[in-house]
């Protein structure tokens, strides 16, 4: 049993010692876009998941996601290397390369707020100019103070 703070930790450095061999080392220009987001340990520290993201050459320019994923999968030996070499376990992890989709799902979320906050402003436009149907209170009676 190997203790989950352990396995954080490890999980950390291998995030960082990918990363920076993706900067510097790896010259595959698939890669010149992809972003480290996070690692994942097994509780035997056998197998490492890698979470990354690509972003486009330009602001409206479409992320090669395949390209990414296929450079990752080519440089997948040389980077656990750098991984047994940076971290100085006994059993290097085995690295897994999945895209992560937390941007993309917090991107979509972003959206929603916006269309729900654009909604509330019509609908706080058109009660502003609204009136009462019929009177202000209707069962307010008027008495005679004669009787």
């Known amino acids: 049993m190997v203790d989950q703070a352990r396995a954080r930790r490890l999980a950390k450095r291998i995030s960082s010692i990918v990363a920076t061999a993706i900067e510097y080392e790896v010259k595959d220009p698939r890669l010149r876009f992809v ?5 994942k340990v097994t509780g035997d520290l056998r ?5 990354y993201t690509v972003m486009g050459e330009t ?3 479409e992320p090669d996601f395949e390209g990414a994923a296929a450079g990752l999968a080519k440089a997948k030996g040389v980077l656990r290397s750098k991984v047994g070499a940076g971290t100085g376990v006994k059993f290097t992890p085995s690295l897994a390369f999945v895209l992560d989709t ?10 929603l707020l916006a269309k729900a906050r654009a909604a ?3 609908v706080a436009k058109v009660a502003a100019s609204a009136s009462h149907a019929g009177d ?3 069962y307010k ?3 005679d103070t004669d009787e």
């Open 35 to 39: 972003t480290i987001t996070d690692a």
């Open 47 to 51: 197998e490492a998941t890698v979470y």
């Open 59 to 61: 602001l409206d320019a």
């Open 102 to 111: 937390v941007p993309d799902a917090a991107r979509q979320m972003e959206e």
């Open 120 to 122: 509330d402003d019509a």
């Open 136 to 138: 202000a209170d209707p």
């Open 141 to 143: 009676v008027e008495r």
